[in-house]
């Protein structure tokens, strides 16, 4: 399987990069260049050892040669970025948005967010691409920074919301890669708009308590993963 990292020069998005190259998934690392894409590849495998599958490519070239295409990029810029991907997607492609809808895109503190008029940013992001993509919210509930700490384990859970069950246990599959993580259905795409705030929240706490690795854990079973068939 291939997996595109859109903005995957950033925190976030190379540290997923490290994590699921790792796991032995094959990565490419898109970005607006194709120099700086293949400069971050160069990084990972410096990193993980040169048995890593990285490339790096531009944005549209990683999308379209992808089986799953995680988009990692700052609010101020989703829009663009979608905008310029969108063709380059095949019909089906499966699309895993992480971006949070934080006030920074207004010169305002990261634990403030702004409203987008879809609702969500995730909503927003389906609103730009085609009908056929499917598209799955979100990973925002990681820290960029502790998903680089490939040495050191992860905690948390990632809720994942989407009306399309399937594309949302594939990207969970994937989720559970990284060792210790554990994906939760949080419902349809529309739950996103509350998903997406509490990246705000967590941003706050490693503020408050100086750190910056906080997380979610959902309780109640060992195990999460696809809900059990209604009977």
Not at 94 to 122: N, Q
Not at 183 to 211: F, Q
Request: charge should be negative; glycine fraction near 12%; aromatic fraction near 4%.
């Amino acid at each position: 399987m291939a997996i595109a990292i859109i903005g995957g020069t950033g925190d976030e998005g190379f540290g997923l990069a490290l994590r699921f190259a790792k796991a032995g998934e094959h990565v490419i690392i898109g970005s607006r260049s194709a120099e700086k894409g293949q400069g971050a590849a160069r990084d990972a495998m410096e990193t993980l050892g040169r048995e890593a599958h990285v490339d790096g490519a531009t944005n549209q070239d990683a999308a379209a040669n992808a089986d799953v295409v995680f988009v990692t990029v700052p609010f101020a810029g989703q829009a663009d970025i979608y905008r310029s991907i969108r063709d380059a997607l095949p019909k089906g492609a499966l699309v895993c948005d992480a971006t949070s809808p934080l006030a920074t895109a207004v010169g305002r503190p990261a634990w403030h967010v702004v409203a987008p008029w879809e609702g969500s940013a995730d909503e927003q992001s389906k609103g730009i691409l085609p009908s056929t993509v499917r598209v799955v919210s979100r990973l925002q509930t990681v820290s960029g920074e502790a998903l680089q700490e490939i040495a050191r384990p992860l905690e948390g859970d990632v809720l994942l919301s989407s009306a399309d069950a399937e594309a949302k246990a594939a990207v969970g599959g994937l989720v559970e890669r990284i060792p210790n993580l554990r994906w939760v259905d949080a419902g349809p795409l529309s739950m996103a708009r509350i998903v997406e705030r509490l990246t705000a929240v967590l941003v706050s706490v490693n503020r408050a308590y100086g750190v910056r690795e906080a997380g979610f854990r959902v309780t109640g079973r060992e195990a999460w993963g696809p809900p059990p068939p209604r009977g």
